[in-house]
């Protein structure tokens, strides 16, 4: 059996390339309006309250 060895410092440009994809996507994966009208302002059911942000 081969064992094929890829040195740590090759692998650097394809990590950091991962890790740079994941900070770009990560803030748009996570905002989202919530809901809210052209106001800002939105009802919250589990209690019936309006209010804006």
Do not use: F, W
């Amino acid at each position: 059996m081969i064992i094929v060895r890829t040195p740590i410092k090759k692998l650097y440009p394809i990590a950091g390339i991962t890790l740079s994809i994941a900070i770009l996507i990560a803030p748009v994966a996570l905002a989202h309006s919530g809901g809210t009208n052209s106001d800002g302002c939105h009802r919250r059911r589990s209690n019936n309250t309006y209010h804006c942000h």
